[in-house]
T-cell receptor, first 118, second 109 residues
Framework: GAVVSQHPSRVICKSGTSVKIECRSL??????MFWYRQFPKQSLMLMAT?????????EQGVEKDKFLINHASLTLSTLTVTSAHPEDSSFYIC??????????????FGPGTRLTVL | GQNIDQPTEMTATEGAIVQINCTYQ??????LFWYQQHAGEAPTFLSY????GLEEKGRFSSFLSRSKGYSYLLLKELQMKDSASYLC??????????FGTGTRLQVFP
């Protein structure tokens, strides 16, 4: 149980275009999902907390107009990188918490999306 | 503040024992998680300590001292496949996880 998927796994786009990344909880409903980015040889940096049916909560320094998050259902959150630039190239990972899990705060991670902006 | 520190890199020999430390200075943490992450992959759960003390799970054990803001992950009988990054993370305000800097472990034959 507690499987999280992400799509696409890899994307290459031109500078100035927008890219949408999907995060799905496959076998449970997730009221809360999280979006991270990870640069090479660095740890995960939390970008935002995605709440079903309400606005996302962004971490300090993350531009909400650039990284649009939509959590329209209990199993799907999307991250759209708008007007992508080469410095947005990174590994984007989503996660979700499973309600009622014994380790209440444990997060289950998607496989990640490698974004390359040319 | 929420600072979680780990050594950046460690090396060890196959079959040996290695201890990866994690120190944190923060309030609001409710226990500590350890995750393993192979390059280019998602983190996978290793352990969660909510109380002080040592928890053993096969070749991996994790220790927590809340009063000292200190945790460690102990890996025994190291195997080549244990070469990965190990991330400690604190659940902050019962919601989000704050990750440490991560420790890249390289196991040599």
């Amino acid at each position: 149980g507690a499987v999280v998927s992400q799509h696409p796994s890899r994307v290459i786009c031109k500078s100035g275009t927008s890219v949408k990344i999907e995060c799905r909880s496959l076998d449970f409903q997730a009221t809360t999902m999280f979006w991270y980015r990870q640069f090479p040889k660095q740890s995960l940096m939390l970008m935002a907390t995605s709440n079903e049916g309400s606005k996302a909560t962004y971490e300090q320094g993350v531009e909400k107009d650039k990284f649009l998050i939509n959590h329209a259902s209990l199993t799907l959150s999307t991250l759209t990188v708008t007007s992508a630039h080469p410095e947005d190239s990174s590994f984007y990972i989503c996660s979700a918490r499973e309600p009622g899990h014994p380790n209440g705060n444990e997060q289950f991670f998607g496989p990640g999306t490698r974004l390359t902006v040319l | 503040g929420q600072n979680i520190d780990q050594p950046t890199e460690m090396t060890a020999t196959e079959g040996a024992i290695v201890q990866i430390n994690c120190t944190y200075q923060t309030s609001g943490f409710n226990g500590l998680f350890w995750y393993q992450q192979h390059a280019g992959e998602a983190p996978t759960f290793l352990s969660y300590n909510v109380l002080d003390g040592l928890e053993e799970k096969g070749r991996f054990s994790s220790f927590l001292s809340r009063s000292k803001g200190y945790s460690y992950l102990l890996l025994k009988e190291l195997q080549m496949k244990d070469s990965a990054s190990y991330l400690c993370a604190g659940p902050y305000n019962t919601d989000k996880l704050i990750f440490g800097t991560g420790t890249r472990l390289q196991v040599f034959p």
